[in-house]
């Protein structure tokens, strides 16, 4: 049995099962894409909520596995050379879990296409889709000054307009389906959510709307949004 007391965050969400994939993250858009990825490739793993509230991502314990403080982040007891290790950021565990099943990256080109756009969120999707959030709905939303909020909700307009352009004539964003869908289209799925869609002009975007349809249609979608269960 692997042993994981190398690791201080098992002591405030210990492991049932230390043989399998540690998994601390909250339903989020950047935390369901570990989720995803665990439902979609089959490893074997254990999720432990962790909120967003400061008792628990700057605690002692979770900040000892990711000292930013931020959701998801993973232990694999079986890592490289069977050795335990403990990851962050979502697009790493990402592709971190597409190398070690196997599965959702793809080779030589197909394979820096799906990283590409992986990169495209990270760098462009999800900070921007965030702010929008914030300046819209959440604690940005009362502002007397709706610069900020109007830069974010065109921003989030101009990256629509990127991916719908993008899909004229692909089903999925890097060839087969791969870890740049499962990182894209949670944040999509974030405009229901934050309340945005007509703000940003969603409807105007055909090609999009058909495929985060497609990317929630798949049963491992379907419950990777769901885990770790918030109650």
Do not use: C
């Not at 335990?84 to 971190?96: D, K, T, V, W």
């Amino acid at each position: 049995m692997p042993d994981l007391s190398a690791f201080p965050i098992t002591a405030r969400w210990p492991a049932a099962d230390p043989s399998a994939i540690q998994l601390y993250a909250y339903p989020t858009p950047n935390g369901v894409k570990a989720s995803i990825m665990l439902e979609e490739t089959g490893l074997p793993y254990e999720p432990h909520l962790v909120t967003l509230k400061d008792a628990d991502v700057k605690s002692d314990a979770f900040l000892s596995l990711n000292p930013n403080n931020k959701i998801p982040a993973m232990i694999d007891p079986d890592g490289p050379g069977g050795q335990p290790i403990g990851l962050f950021e979502s697009g790493a565990i990402l592709i971190y879990l597409a190398e070690k099943s196997g599965k959702l990256l793809g080779e030589g080109a197909a394979r820096y296409d799906a990283i590409k756009w992986l990169m495209w969120q990270m760098g462009g999707v999800g900070p921007m889709f965030g702010q929008l959030g914030f300046f819209w709905k959440l604690g940005g939303a009362d502002w007397p000054d709706k610069r900020p909020r109007d830069r974010y909700v065109a921003e989030a307009r101009r990256l629509l307009g990127v991916i719908e352009g993008h899909l004229d004539g692909r089903d999925w964003v890097a060839g087969g389906y791969s870890i740049a869908d499962i990182a894209i289209a949670p944040w999509l799925n974030a405009l229901d959510f934050y309340g945005a869609k007509d703000a940003v002009g969603w409807d105007d975007h055909p090609r999009t709307v058909a495929y985060l349809r497609r990317f929630m249609d798949r049963p491992a979608v379907q419950r990777g949004l769901k885990i770790p269960d918030p109650g």
